[in-house]
C-alpha cells in the first residue's frame, strides 16, 4: 500500500485579506488535495480584522479582560476559516471548516499567550477518512474548563506547527509574503540568495535577531518535534526554504546568513563598582522597568571601576535610562551615557561550531570597511557587533560579500 | 431570607450598533444589578454585521454550506458579547461573556434554523453565584457533536427566553426600538395607545398578522413555560407592555388590537370541480413550489364548480401562479386570476372566545367606511378581512375607533 502523505499549510492575514485572496488561496490549496495527500490549512485572521476589533475593545474599556480579548479576537480567524471552506467547496472538493475548539487545541489557561498543552487528532483523522480538506482557525484554542485562549502575536505558526506534530505531518507549509529566507534582507543587498534550507538553530537566531518571517516560539517546537518547515510565498509556486533539523550537506557552511537591527539603542553606566552582585543589580531594575535587554557588555576591569554597557529596543530608551541613573545613584556608579545612532549587524551559521577563524574574518572585513565596532556580543552559531547606525547598510553588504553568501 | 430575583434582558442589533451604543445599554445593565437581583443578558450581533458577513460569503460562494455559514454568523454575537461584557466591567460591576456553547445551549443538527434542546444553568448558577453580570451571545448554539448552529432570524428572542427557562427567571426583557406592544400602529393611527399588558395568544397573533416586535417561535416557547416577557424600548426607562399567560383584569376586553399588512397578493382558481381531495391538489402543487399561503376560501358550491381563494406572500406570486396554472390544468379547472390590489386588516383579542358579535361588529364598521370585503377568515382569538389595498389604511382607523381601543 502506498503511503498517505500529510501536509499542513498556514496562511497568513495578509494571504487571505480580501475574497479574491480567499478565493486564490483556495485554488492553490487544491492544488495539493490529491488521492494520496491529506491537506489541512491553518488560516490567520482576514488582514485588519484583529486591528479593527482591538479598536473597538479600546473605545469601550480602557483595560479589557484578557478572557474578553480572547472571546473577542478569536472571532477573526473564525470567520477567515469558515470563509476559506466556502471557497474550496466552491471548487468542488469536500472540505470543513473547524475552530481552535472543534479541532481540539488545549491550552493553559493563560490568556493573551496561552501555551499548547496538546492537539486532539481525533477530528482531523476522521475529516481526512472522509476525503476533507480541513481549515483550522489558527492563533486561538480551549482550556480543559472551555473558555477560548489566544496564542499571542504569531500564534497561527503555533498552531499550524503543534497540528502537524498531532497528525504527524510531511511537511508544515508557512505562506508568507515572501519567497523563503534570504541570506540577508534583499530590499539592502540585491545579490542576497534565497536559502534552500536553514537549520532550526539558525532561524531561530535569525528570528531573534531581526528576520521577521516566523514567530520563534513555533520555531522551537517545530525542532523539538523535528518538523520540517517550508517557508514560502503564497504568491507563487515557487519552492521557498525548508527549515530541518541538520542541514543535508555533509560539511556545514560557516555562515548561513547575515542580519541587522536598526532599533537598538545603547545606554553605558560608568563607573560602576566592580563588586559581586552589581551587574545583577543594574539589570534588575532595567528588568523591573519592563525593558528588554539585548547585547550586554561588561569590560574586564583593571582599576576598582568599570563600565557597562548594553543595548535596548529604541521605543525602550526612555524606561530604561529613568531605572539605570535611579540604578547608578543607589550603587555609587556614575554617568549614564546613552545613543541611538548604533545598530546591529550579525552573522548566523550552525557551520560555526566546527569551523575557526570566524570572528577573526568578520571583525576584518569591518575594519577594511572603516567599520567601528563598538560592542560585540557572540552565541554558539552567531557572531553580533553593534555599530555606528549609519553604517550598518555597508557593513550588511560587506559581511554577505566576505562569506560568499550569493554564491550558495 | 430575601428571595434573589432574577432577571434576563435581550438587547436587538440597534441597541448595540456601536462602541457609545454598547456603552449605553452596559449603564442601562448595571441600573438593573443590586444585591438581591442576578442579571442576565442575551446580545445581538451589532447592526449591519451579520449582514457584512453575509455578503463576504455571498462573494465567496454562491451556494455556501449551512454549517459554515452558522461558523461564520456566529461571530457576530461572539463580538457583540465580548464587547458589552468589557463595557459592564469598565462600569465597575464583575461581568463575564459566555458563547452559545460556553453556557451549554444545546441544539438539533439543523444549521440555520436549529430548534433548542436544552440550556444547561451550571455556568450561569456558578457565574451568579460569584456576584458577575452574564452576558451571552444570542443567536446561538451547539449540537452534542461540537457544531456550532444559529437559530434563525431572530434568534436572540429565542436565546433569551430559553435562558430565562433554564434559570427560573422571573421576568424576561425583551429590549427593542419600540416602547412596547401597541393597539395597532401608530405610524397609521395616532390614537394607537401602548398596551400594559397582552396575552401569548394574542401575541402569536399579531406577530403572525405582522407586528413584527418578536419571533414568534419565542413568543410559543414562553408561553409552554409561562415566562413573562416584557418588551420595551432600550432608549428609555419607560415601562414597555408585558406579555402573559392570562389578563389580569377579571374580565377580558373583546378586542385588543388592530393589525393589518400590505404584503399580500390574492389568487383566484375559478371553476374548480367540486370533487374530494381537489383542494389538497392545489395546495400541495402551491406547498412544492416553496410558496406560504395565508389566508384561504372556498365557497360553499351550489353547482358542481367551485371558486377557491388564496392570498400569497407579493414576491411569492409569480411562483405560485406558475403552480396554480399548471395545477388548474391537470385538475379542469377553469381560470386563475390574481391582484396585487389587496391587503389584509385583522382584529386579536382572547375576549373574542367569549364576546359575541365581534365578527358582525366589525363587518358594519367596515361597511359604513364604505370598504368592501373580499375574502374572510377567523381563528380563535382574530378575525382577518382581506380588502382593497387603498382601503387599510382607513380600515385600520375605522376598526381602532370601533373598538375603543384608544380608550384602554
Given amino acids: 500500500m502506498k503511503k498517505t502523505k500529510t501536509i499542513v499549510q498556514k496562511y497568513g492575514g495578509s494571504s487571505v485579506k480580501d475574497a479574491d485572496r480567499i478565493k486564490a488561496v483556495a485554488e492553490r490549496i487544491v492544488s495539493y488535495k490529491k488521492n494520496d495527500t491529506n491537506v489541512a490549512v491553518v488560516v490567520s485572521a482576514m488582514a485588519d480584522t484583529t486591528d479593527d476589533l482591538i479598536e473597538l475593545a479600546v473605545k469601550i474599556a480602557k483595560d479589557p479582560t484578557d478572557r474578553e480579548m480572547d472571546l473577542l479576537l478569536s472571532t477573526g480567524e473564525q470567520i477567515s476559516c469558515a470563509l476559506l471552506a466556502m471557497a474550496v467547496r466552491e471548487l468542488g472538493f469536500e472540505s470543513v471548516a473547524l475552530t481552535g475548539f472543534q479541532v481540539g487545541v488545549l491550552t493553559n489557561k493563560e490568556h493573551g499567550k496561552a501555551r499548547v498543552h496538546s492537539v486532539d487528532d481525533k477530528r482531523l483523522k476522521k475529516a481526512f477518512k472522509e476525503g476533507k480538506i480541513v481549515i483550522v482557525a489558527g492563533y486561538q484554542g480551549i482550556t480543559e ?87 514560502r510565498s503564497s504568491y507563487s509556486k515557487e519552492e521557498g526554504t525548508m527549515i530541518v533539523k541538520t542541514a543535508s550537506k555533509i560539511e556545514d557552511i560557516a555562515v548561513t546568513g547575515v542580519t541587522s537591527n536598526k532599533n537598538e539603542a545603547k545606554i553605558t553606566v560608568c563607573a560602576v563598582p566592580d563588586q559581586p552582585g552589581i551587574s545583577a543589580k543594574i539589570f534588575n531594575a532595567i528588568a523591573k522597568a519592563g525593558v528588554n535587554v539585548d547585547v550586554i557588555v561588561q569590560n574586564v576591569s583593571h582599576t576598582r571601576k568599570t563600565d557597562i554597557s548594553f543595548t535596548v ?84 553588504k560587506v559581511l554577505h560579500r566576505k562569506f560568499a553568501l550569493d554564491k550558495g
Fill in 313 to 396: 529596543p529604541k521605543a525602550e530608551l526612555p524606561k530604561a535610562l529613568e531605572a539605570a541613573a535611579e540604578v547608578s545613584a543607589k550603587i555609587g556608579a556614575g554617568e549614564v551615557l546613552h545613543s541611538r545612532e548604533v545598530a546591529r549587524v550579525s552573522i548566523v551559521g550552525s557551520g560555526m561550531r566546527s569551523h575557526q577563524g570566524i570572528a577573526a574574518r568578520m571583525f576584518e572585513a569591518l575594519a577594511q570597511a572603516g567599520i567601528n565596532i563598538e560592542m560585540i556580543a557572540t552565541s554558539e552559531i552567531s557572531i553580533s557587533c553593534i555599530i555606528a547606525l549609519d553604517k550598518v547598510d555597508a557593513a550588511v
Fill in 145 to 231: 474548563d472551555g473558555e477560548i485562549t489566544t496564542l499571542g502575536r504569531g500564534g497561527s505558526d503555533l498552531s499550524a506547527v503543534a497540528l502537524a506534530k498531532a497528525i504527524r505531518a510531511d511537511v508544515c507549509e508557512i505562506y508568507t509574503d515572501v519567497t523563503g529566507i534570504y541570506t540577508t534582507d534583499p530590499r539592502m543587498v540585491p545579490e542576497a540568495r534565497k536559502l534552500k534550507e536553514i537549520t532550526f538553530d539558525e532561524m531561530l537566531e535569525m528570528a531573534s535577531l531581526g528576520a521577521q518571517v516566523m514567530q520563534a516560539r513555533s520555531i522551537e517546537v517545530a525542532k523539538r518535534f523535528n518538523i520540517p518547515l517550508h517557508v
